[in-house]
């Protein structure tokens, strides 16, 4: 066997310069785990391997523990990079839209129904006495009351019937003539006229042309 030549070799040459040979097994020992020994087998001219306290022996040579320890976990993932101010304008930005649209919702939900309610109102036509008449004034959304005897306005409900002028109220001035629609109302506290529009229901001083 060629380690038994090599082996013979070796210890002819320490013969000659005399040395004592080394046997392969001093070595072979170093690079073992604790616990085992490598032991020539001069019959097979290789080593075999014996575990001391479990009594085992083998060919194969046995691998080494590693010493390291445990594998270092890996470190802790860095925090998330802070917010693109971009984005945070853009978000603020479609915020300030929605508030807007909502709050053009809301108006334009409360307009409709202040217009329902105006219209309501005015369906529901209040009962007067005779000698009056309820006038619908657009511009604050609810009835007036007209004396047809005095032409006075008011805005209560009147409970009493309308009485004539007396004898001794002077009589109102001729109106002066109005666009068409409109009609003059006198108004006896002021001793003067008034104008209302008998198809939109508005009022006024001055006189429509």
């Known amino acids: 066997h060629s380690k038994d030549r090599l082996y013979g070799l070796i210890q002819h040459s320490s013969e000659m ?12 020992d170093a690079f073992l785990p604790d616990g085992w020994q490598a032991i020539w087998e001069e019959n097979q001219g290789a080593h075999f391997y014996w575990h001391s306290s479990s009594n085992i022996s083998q060919w194969e040579k046995p691998e080494a523990v590693s010493n390291a320890g445990p594998p270092v976990p890996p470190p802790p993932a860095p925090p998330p990079p802070p917010a693109d101010i971009a984005r945070q ?14 709050k053009s919702t809301y108006d334009r939900v409360a307009v409709q129904v202040s217009q329902r309610e105006a219209q309501k109102a005015k369906e529901a036509l209040p009962h007067v006495p ?27 409900v ?3 019937h309308a009485l004539p002028p007396t004898s001794s109220a002077p009589a109102p001035p001729k109106p002066e003539e109005v666009a068409a629609g409109w009609k003059a109302l006198w108004e006896p506290s002021l001793s003067r ?16 042309l």
């Open 193 to 208: 006229y008034y104008y209302w529009n008998e198809e939109t229901g508005v009022t006024q001083w001055d006189l429509p």
């Open 89 to 102: 304008e853009q978000r603020a930005e479609a915020a300030g839209i929605t508030a807007a649209l909502l």
């Open 130 to 156: 005779a000698g009056w008449k309820a006038v619908w004034d657009d511009s604050v959304g609810r009835y007036f009351f007209w004396n047809l005897a005095t032409h006075g306005t008011q805005w209560e």
């Open 17 to 28: 310069i005399g040395t004592e040979p080394v046997h392969p097994s001093q070595d072979a």
């Open 158 to 160: 009147p409970q009493e």
